[in-house]
């Protein structure tokens, strides 16, 4: 059997192509290290972190800040692996709804995808929804540190949110071709940030640090809620600093050799999350002098703790200007992934509108039509500021859950259906870690998934409830009422005429796609069951 893909779907020849019976319309700028950068610069983890402190310090304090970040790392690299798994042989800016409809019984293949792709792309709006309301906070502390009698309005906070969102509209609609290089830039700001912040905190703290056995086991709950509870809570913090990993695979239209090189971005990006976010809070307990102040200071934690450190207003906003920026960078980089995952979805029909949200700009090179879409809803999305106090927590549990949600559903599959059933490719986990790292991820995401939904504290009225529930609820009927009206009729999937695509081409064992008589060779490794694309397409 023969076709486009009887290649090796990894050489640079699949990027250079039509991607899986997609035309390729993007600008290929991305290299390896900008990838990796775009990433990193999404997942910001000690950014991300440091700045929601006020999510683990009253549910669970440092404990659940600290083990919290290893429990929610194992959680999320197990996740990162499976579908970085998948992406080496699926290399396509769908991601996760394709990998779904992939891997899915053809009977469920278009309902499957649906859904997946409406948690993917909610999930993506609700995080450049988040980088706008943590940058916008950040700067609000900035004003209240340095006059005593600054009162943080909401409509403060949204205002600098809409200005968050309007730039990295700017930037990723005028500035595409150096999108890269920002990205670039963006790594080695976060990183050398972070030197830079550690060094000067350890210094100017010294010698009066807070003891190990409160950085390491001390436990404060504040929420009303029992203290396992509250401390499951607090891994809202750490996950929210290690999500959305998969930036990666939505570019991959625009790198070269995908199929290696979005993989490899996938599990980096997290495994340098886990690692300087660890010990940059580490840092930060050690220098958290009082307590009290940390948890009331009308500044923030986060500049409360670079004022007790550093004793000195002008030295704390200065470190803080490194985060405010850092917001800047993730923001303009969530952006951008999130437009593409919209412009993916809506050229398989999978939005109302799709027509002209799968347009891509002739002179820009850009899906202006879905940067406009999602720059629109994040700013409805962000009047929720206006109305509640526990809005930075709605955002960003809504982000996690819903991004959770969507890379689940093709690792259940896959482990449902068989792991037999992905070819190998460049990224191959094997039999035994291959399922072990499957149902680590899931378990994550279940438990995570159904506390998430909790409200931060405990009893709950209307202004401090959850509101993350009231969100999915919304998504659910205008995706119910898409499907009804439109979806269930007119949406075929991404799998809609690939006539020489991963569809009828990608070599698998069993009865989902058909194998031709005498061209399947098994490979006799640690994943025996399964075979390499290149193998079966041997003639």
């Given amino acids: 059997m023969s076709g486009e893909l009887a290649t090796d779907i990894n050489a640079p020849s699949s990027a250079e192509k039509d991607t899986f019976g997609y035309k390729n319309e993007m600008h ?213 600093g290690l999500t959305a990993f998969d930036a990666c695979a939505h570019i991959v239209e625009e790198i070269p050799d995908p199929g290696l090189h979005a993989p490899r971005a996938m599990v980096l990006a997290v495994l340098i999350g886990i690692g300087t976010s660890f010990v940059f809070l580490v840092i930060l307990l050690f220098c958290m002098n009082n307590l009290d102040s940390v948890l009331t200071s009308t500044a923030g934690p986060l500049l409360e703790i670079f004022y007790q450190a550093t004793g000195n207003k002008a030295g704390a906003v200065c470190l803080l200007i490194i985060p405010v920026v850092c917001w800047a960078f993730t923001t303009q980089a969530i952006l951008t992934t999130a437009s593409r995952m919209v412009y993916a979805f809506a050229r398989d029909g999978g939005l109302p509108f799709s027509r002209q949200l799968a347009v891509v700009n002739k002179k820009y090179k850009v899906p202006i039509a879905a940067l406009l879409f999602c720059t629109v809803w994040v700013i409805i999305f962000g009047c929720i500021f206006l109305g509640s106090p526990s809005a930075l927590n709605a955002i960003i549990s809504s982000s996690v859950v819903s991004l959770n949600l969507s890379y689940a559903m093709p690792i259940v599959i896959l482990l449902l259906r068989g792991r037999n059933r992905l070819p190998i490719g460049s990224f191959a986990l094997g039999n035994v870690l291959g399922y072990t790292t499957n149902i680590v991820g899931l378990i994550y995401v279940i438990g995570t998934t159904i506390f998430f939904l909790f409200p931060p504290a405990f009893p709950t009225n209307a202004t401090t409830m959850n509101y993350t529930v009231v969100v999915f609820g919304v998504i659910a009927i205008i995706s119910g009422l898409t499907w009804i009206i439109q979806g269930r009729k007119h949406y075929e999937g991404p799998l809609k005429g690939h006539a020489s695509s991963a569809v009828e081409s990608t070599p698998v064992r069993g009865d989902l796609f058909p194998v031709d008589k005498g061209e399947e060779k098994v490979k006799k490794d640690d994943c025996s069951s399964r075979i390499t694309v290149t193998e079966h397409y041997a003639a």
């Avoid at 390896?32 to 009253?58: H, Y």
């Avoid at 290893?70 to 080496?88: D, Q």
């Avoid at 700067?139 to 600098?160: C, K, N, P, Q």
């Avoid at 700017?170 to 700001?189: C, G, H, M, S, T």
């Fill in 28 to 240: 290929k700028g991305f290299s390896m290290l900008s990838l990796l950068g775009l990433t990193f610069a999404i997942l910001n983890s000690w950014v991300a972190m440091a700045t929601s402190l006020t999510i683990a310090l009253p549910s669970g304090g440092p404990s659940a800040i600290l083990w919290g970040d290893i429990v929610a790392g194992v959680g999320t690299l197990a996740l990162a692996a499976s579908l970085a798994e998948i992406c080496a042989v699926y290399p396509t800016a769908a991601g996760q709804y394709y990998w779904t409809a992939v891997l899915a019984s053809p009977r469920y293949s278009k309902v499957l995808s649906w859904i997946c792709g409406w948690f993917n792309v909610a999930g993506w709006v609700f995080l450049v929804a988040a980088g706008g309301s943590l940058g916008g906070t950040l700067i609000t502390s900035i004003i209240a540190l340095l006059h005593d009698g600054y009162v943080v309005e909401r409509w403060h906070i949204f205002l600098l949110y809409v200005a968050y969102t309007l730039g990295a509209l700017f930037l990723n609609v005028f500035a595409v071709r150096l999108l890269p290089k920002i990205d670039q830039a963006a790594l080695i700001w976060s990183l050398g940030g972070l030197i830079v912040i550690s060094i000067t905190l350890l210094a100017t703290a010294s010698p009066t640090f807070q003891s190990g056995s409160f950085v390491f086991r001390g436990f404060i709950n504040t929420t009303g809620w029992p203290d396992g509870v509250a401390w499951i809570l607090g891994l809202l913090q750490p996950a929210f």
